[in-house]
């Protein structure tokens, strides 16, 4: 198993900067290498992560730091639900490090990777339908559209169309099966850097624990939760995620592009409820990449919370539809 390294981690403590008499919020605790730092630097930490093995990395934290760290085992949408657990309304901090972690990926038998053939699961917390459920039942239809939206493979009608005539013949469930079965859809590697199955496992992945969905409804939950001053700090490995981000602190700083000269003024929105940190993206150094290659694909957005009243919840990308 490889070591695990967390992406950006001196950006992301300048961007947190916790310190002592801070409440910082790790909201994907993973391996607790964003907590770790935290502690060190004096602040308390209440960790999400809805992964129960995550319990296992806590436990030389709290040994070493005592009640100065909580982990909740929710999702990181809970926020404010799971401060109220630990007995705080509000934090100083929130910390979001988007995606599957590398001890998800190192681990064979929790089907994130097609590195090593295991079962084609991929559930973070172990409930609900699996990626094997969603391969085996979904239409040929709604496959395609989940590898083109959360994969953005181009080829998704030629790959779902594939997937369902071997299933026909026999359910998947290995993760080498149904990595092969793409790969022969597509013709073959033909020298490609990639993988040709990348995109859907990606997909698969993504909807199989509601990522998107989560990283909305938890960015709005970070607005709540944070006092005035409070810092927002969010790492993303791929762009659909770092769409998301980015428009969210784009709207929430008031730096939409302004309304044409030559049509009237448009109603004016909510008061800005974040300052940015600073213009654009974080990315790692060449030490860093060198390091750890699987930050190539990482950015860092930040933003302060201001004194403004939280905005309400609209125009939202991939949220959860209503029960």
Not at 48 to 60: G, K, L
Not at 61 to 69: A, H, S
Not at 128 to 144: H, K
């Given at each position: 198993?490889?070591?695990?390294?967390?992406?950006?981690?001196?950006?992301?403590?300048?961007?947190?900067?916790?310190?002592?008499?801070?409440?910082?919020?790790?909201?994907?605790?993973?391996?607790?290498?964003?907590?770790?730092?935290?502690?060190?630097?004096?602040?308390?930490?209440?960790?999400?992560?809805?992964?129960?093995?995550?319990?296992?990395?806590?436990?030389?934290?709290?040994?070493?730091?005592?009640?100065?760290?909580?982990?909740?085992?929710?999702?990181?949408?809970?926020?404010?639900?799971?401060?109220?657990?630990?007995?705080?309304?509000?934090?100083?901090?929130?910390a979001l490090d988007i995606g599957v972690s590398s001890m998800q990926l190192d681990e064979a038998e929790r089907g994130f990777s097609f590195m090593r053939d295991g079962p084609?699961?991929?559930?973070?917390?172990?409930?609900?339908?699996?990626?094997?459920?969603?391969?085996?039942?979904?239409?040929?239809?709604?496959?395609?559209?989940?590898?083109?939206?959360?994969?953005?493979?181009?080829?998704?009608?030629?790959i779902a169309g594939a997937l369902v005539r071997r299933r026909a013949q026999q359910p998947f469930t290995r993760t080498l099966d149904l990595a092969e079965t793409v790969e022969?859809?597509?013709?073959?590697?033909?020298?490609?850097?990639?993988?040709?199955?990348?995109?859907?496992?990606?997909?698969?992945?993504?909807?199989?624990?509601?990522?998107?969905?989560?990283?909305?409804?938890?960015?709005?939950?970070?607005?709540?939760?944070?006092?005035?001053?409070?810092?927002?700090?969010?790492?993303?490995?791929?762009?659909?995620?770092?769409?998301?981000?980015?428009?969210?602190?784009?709207?929430?700083s008031g730096n939409t592009p302004a309304g044409s000269r030559h049509l009237p003024p448009g109603r004016m929105g909510p008061e800005p409820s974040f300052d940015l940190l600073?213009?654009?993206?974080?990315?790692?150094?060449?030490?860093?990449?060198?390091?750890?290659?699987?930050?190539?694909?990482?950015?860092?957005?930040?933003?302060?919370?201001?004194?403004?009243?939280?905005?309400?919840?609209?125009?939202?990308?991939?949220?959860?539809?209503?029960?």
């Open positions: 198993m490889s070591a695990h390294l967390s992406v950006l981690l001196d950006e992301v403590v300048e961007a947190v900067a916790p310190a002592p008499g801070r409440l910082v919020v790790d909201g994907t605790f993973g391996a607790g290498g964003y907590s770790r730092a935290f502690l060190q630097r004096g602040a308390e930490v209440v960790a999400f992560d809805r992964d129960p093995a995550a319990a296992a990395h806590a436990e030389p934290l709290r040994v070493e730091y005592g009640d100065k760290l909580v982990l909740l085992q929710r999702r990181f949408s809970e926020l404010e639900a799971g401060l109220a657990d630990a007995g705080r309304a509000a934090c100083d901090a929130v084609l699961d991929m559930r973070m917390s172990g409930e609900g339908p699996s990626a094997a459920d969603l391969v085996n039942r979904e239409e040929e239809a709604e496959l395609a559209r989940i590898f083109w939206i959360y994969g953005e493979e181009r080829k998704s009608r030629r022969k859809a597509l013709g073959g590697r033909r020298g490609a850097p990639v993988h040709p199955a990348t995109r859907v496992f990606q997909a698969l992945r993504i909807a199989v624990n509601e990522e998107l969905a989560e990283l909305e409804a938890g960015l709005a939950a970070a607005e709540r939760v944070l006092s005035p001053g409070g810092r927002l700090a969010v790492v993303t490995f791929h762009s659909l995620e770092d769409r998301i981000v980015k428009r969210f602190l784009t709207e929430r600073w213009k654009g993206a974080r990315e790692p150094g060449q030490n860093e990449l060198a390091a750890n290659p699987r930050a190539r694909s990482a950015k860092l957005r930040a933003g302060v919370r201001t004194a403004a009243a939280p905005w309400p919840e609209t125009g939202v990308l991939f949220g959860r539809e209503a029960a």
